[in-house]
């Protein structure tokens, strides 16, 4: 209401003048329609059925149709039309089935003309004949159609559109006999209304349901249909198969299209959900729209021009239950809000940059560099059409080329189709990748894997050259057989054990290689082990051993020793200390009885808890000396960001296959879904369907998994009878005949059947491509132009 801008049209002998402005409904809208003179307006719905009077500055309800204590649901609208020939006639569609006309002129309460039942589900949409006075044409949720003659009580035609449910039905405005019907399968179907039995032509408009569709009213052969993909598409029907011509992307699914009075290239939209402006479109330019009416607060559900010779006044009502009429100066241009500025990267690097020509128009004498320096940009400017209707705005666009040569792609296409994610053990995988990555000359993406082998593999399993043979050797021998008490003191002790043990052939003693082994002096003071040439693969510690445990690794053949008791109290008494402290009395004693072990070696090989420790945990370390897998996620997730950052998300994704459950929890779910969506998004560009639907396969993320999981089911419907099959089967249990009958060789087709998605017809693959090869026309003989692609 507080737009007050007011416009007066000269239509003949009539003017309409009249403001942006709204009333308030009792109920929500499903469907309007205006009255030829344009003064009166029907709203119709669930539980409102209305007309209302067009005055200058306010709408005002004149008749209320919907009349009785208990009405029927006859009076429960889906949609509804004003004759524009008969000022007293009106047709509305009901939820129930019926097909109702209402007379106007009736002087009763109650204007109910004729009742058609014949439909068995809901009517979607009704529309009369723009030049016939008592033809009504209808379209059900059953998928037919059915012609009425006002003056008979039954239909006179009834169409099989051979599909779920007919959403629109509108008679062509070029061709007397000829109607269009849109489906929810996505197909748009042409009719000959004296023709009942077959369609004139069938073509698929829209990928999922046909919502709308709508003739030119000027240019009679171009047909405007809008669907559930979000796009408004026009058709030139001129041609010998329909020929899209235009194509306008919206934000939301389309329920209603109308072409705009007087202007050739506009028409009118609304969405079925999600958004609740009304978008005028000027299909020349299909990314902006021309004009945006924002006014109402729910979907949109019903939009009319006043006039059909007036592009000024527009009507609509919503599920807000509000009834608007819109005055075309009052709506919004987006073209006036939209940014100047544009910028775009192209597959191979190539920069395009698209600003105002004042911006840049310093260098628009620039020259391009024929056969020169790459890295400049090139300009091009659009030059002014007149016959465009739009704001002349001055533009530039500068496109920044790279050399092709340094940007080529054909290491991803590559490294995509050669590395294997899965399917083998994770050290293998990291192998085979490092191998494909070194061949593409990607020498860092090859130290990666071969870094993430490293790091996470199982430590027993490593067999890199680079590793000390004997650090490999250690983790397999057992821990009592690995030395014996003299062999461990041959490293140990004096030039006399070390000559004994030279003479003994013991395949066991593979940690101490006697040329390597130096002989220390025999002195108390310097007893430490200089023989094994292991660095740094022996692992020392604080811990505490028994002696018993270290006794208990002498010859089998040793005399049951005493068994030894623990001592009543934990620490011995204080004593003084000496400088050469004697090994205890029970353990010497014991060494001297020793039939192996003279008293001299009782004496050496006298050590101490720390020192017998030592020798133990060079037969076998009791912790491991390789970090724990978790120690390098931190820098994994660190690495694959810095991959991800740096463009090539590639390797990110195929990293995260590969570690699975090691690294996927140090990465939130976003960032794992948006590294997908970018690595499947490429993927599609370089049309690598079958990686692409692995990676999909392979991913945890839910977001990403469901990509592959839509559409997949497939619904077949029997080729004689048209009826959905309902077992899994070729035997058709409603005909009783075999449903994917070849129609080149007229045999069952057991295995894989291709069908025109056009007529329906079919048969083997091999077959209807060898037919194509040679004709275009169905093989069924049905007239219908297939195509295999």
């Known amino acids: 209401m507080e737009k007050m801008s007011r416009v007066t049209t000269a239509l003949g002998s009539s003017a309409i003048s009249g403001r942006t402005m709204f009333c308030h409904l009792d109920a929500p809208a499903n469907a309007i329609s205006v009255c030829r003179d344009a003064t009166q307006v029907v709203v119709a719905g669930r539980n409102i059925f209305k007309i209302y009077a067009l005055e200058e500055e306010q709408f005002v309800e004149k008749l209320n149709l919907r009349v009785g204590r208990k009405p029927s649901l006859n009076f429960s609208c889906a949609d509804v039309m004003w004759h524009q020939m008969e000022e007293n006639l009106l047709a509305t569609a009901a939820t129930n089935g019926a097909v109702v006309t209402w007379n106007l002129g009736k002087p009763s309460r109650n204007k109910q003309d004729q009742l058609f039942t014949e439909h068995k589900r809901t009517v979607n949409k009704v529309c009369f004949h723009p030049t016939e006075v008592y033809m009504l044409l209808s379209g059900s949720q059953d998928g037919f159609m059915k012609c009425f003659d006002l003056r008979k009580k039954e239909s006179v035609s009834t169409f099989s559109g051979q599909s779920e449910s007919v959403r629109d039905v509108q008679f062509s405005m070029k061709d007397y006999f000829t109607f269009a019907a849109s489906f929810e399968n996505g197909n748009v179907q042409l009719w000959d209304i004296r023709r009942p039995d077959r369609y004139e032509r069938m073509f698929t408009a829209h990928t999922g349901p046909v919502f709308c569709c709508d003739w030119h009213p000027d240019d009679r052969g171009w047909l405007a249909t809008g669907g559930r993909d979000k796009m408004v598409k026009v058709w030139d029907m001129t041609t010998n198969r329909a020929k899209e011509i235009y194509c306008v992307q919206t934000i939301a699914s389309v329920a209603r299209v109308k072409w705009r009075p007087e202007r050739k290239f506009h028409l009118a939209t609304c969405s079925m959900m999600v958004d609740h402006n009304i978008y005028v479109w000027d299909v020349r330019r299909p990314f902006i729209p021309f004009a945006t009416f924002e006014e109402h607060k729910d979907v949109t559900t019903g939009i009319v021009w006043r006039h059909q010779h007036d592009p000024h006044f527009l009507l609509s009502g919503s599920k807000d239950s509000t009834l608007y009429q819109h005055m075309f100066k009052d709506a919004t241009r987006p073209v006036d809000k939209a940014n100047p500025e544009g910028l775009c990267f192209g597959l191979f690097g190539d920069l395009a940059f698209a600003a105002k020509e004042s911006l840049i128009s310093s260098d628009a004498n620039r020259k391009p560099y024929p056969g020169g320096d790459r890295r400049y940009p090139i300009f091009f400017f659009k030059k002014p059409d007149p016959t465009e209707q739009f704001a002349h705005v001055s533009s530039a666009l500068s496109v920044f080329e790279t050399d092709l040569d340094s940007n080529r792609m054909d290491w991803f296409v590559k490294t995509a189709q050669l590395y294997l994610l899965?399917?083998?053990?994770?050290?293998?995988?990291?192998?085979?990748?490092?191998?494909?990555?070194?061949?593409?000359?990607?020498?860092?993406?090859?130290?990666?894997?071969?870094?993430?082998?490293?790091?996470?593999?199982?430590?027993?399993?490593?067999?890199?050259?680079?590793?000390?043979?004997?650090?490999?050797?250690?983790?397999?021998?057992?821990?009592?057989?690995?030395?014996?008490?003299?062999?461990?003191?041959?490293?140990?002790g004096t030039e006399s054990r070390l000559e004994r043990s030279k003479g003994e052939s013991r395949q066991d003693n593979i940690h101490l290689e006697p040329g390597n082994s130096h002989a220390s002096n025999n002195n108390e003071e310097n007893e430490e082990t200089e023989g094994s040439e292991g660095q740094a693969e022996y692992m020392f510690c604080d811990a505490e051993l028994d002696d018993d445990d270290l006794y208990s690794m002498e010859n089998d053949n040793q005399a049951e020793e005493q068994e030894y008791m623990l001592p009543?109290?934990?620490?011995?008494?204080?004593?003084?200390?000496?400088?050469?402290?004697?090994?205890?009395?029970?353990?010497?004693?014991?060494?001297?009885?020793?039939p192996h072990v003279s008293g001299n070696e009782a004496e050496v090989t006298c050590l101490t808890?720390?020192?017998?420790?030592?020798?133990?945990?060079?037969?076998?370390?009791?912790?491991?000396?390789?970090?724990?897998?978790?120690?390098?996620?931190?820098?994994?997730?660190?690495?694959?960001?810095?991959?991800?950052?740096?463009?090539?998300?590639?390797?990110?994704?195929?990293?995260?296959?590969?570690?699975g459950d090691r690294i996927r929890k140090e990465i939130d779910d976003l960032t794992q879904e948006h590294w997908y969506m970018s690595y499947i998004d490429l993927l599609q560009r370089f049309e690598l369907w079958n990686v692409s639907n692995e990676v999909i396969k392979l991913s945890t993320c839910s977001a990403i998994t469901c990509l592959n999981q839509a559409s997949t089911t497939l619904h077949i419907n029997c080729s004689n009878c048209k009826r959905p099959m309902s077992n899994k089967g070729w035997i058709c249990d409603r005909c009783h005949q075999c449903a994917s009958v070849c129609a080149v060789c007229h045999h069952v087709v057991k295995g894989l059947f291709v069908w025109c998605q056009g007529c329906s017809h079919g048969g083997h693959l091999e077959h209807i491509m060898n037919w194509l090869k040679s004709s275009t026309h169905c093989p069924a003989g049905c007239g219908h132009l297939c195509e295999y692609t």
């Open 568 to 594: 009543q109290e934990a620490f011995q008494l204080r004593h003084e200390i000496i400088d050469n402290p004697s090994a205890p009395e029970h353990l010497q004693q014991d060494k001297a009885d020793s």
């Open 422 to 492: 899965c399917g083998k053990p994770f050290a293998e995988l990291c192998d085979h990748n490092a191998k494909v990555a070194q061949e593409l000359k990607r020498p860092q993406v090859s130290t990666t894997w071969t870094m993430l082998r490293i790091m996470f593999s199982d430590p027993a399993n490593l067999t890199m050259p680079g590793l000390n043979h004997n650090l490999s050797k250690l983790g397999t021998l057992p821990l009592m057989n690995s030395f014996n008490m003299k062999e461990m003191s041959s490293g140990m």
């Open 609 to 659: 808890p720390i020192e017998s420790f030592s020798l133990i945990s060079i037969s076998q370390p009791l912790f491991s000396p390789h970090l724990p897998a978790s120690f390098f996620c931190p820098i994994v997730r660190e690495m694959l960001s810095y991959y991800a950052e740096q463009g090539d998300v590639q390797m990110a994704v195929s990293v995260l296959i590969v570690l």
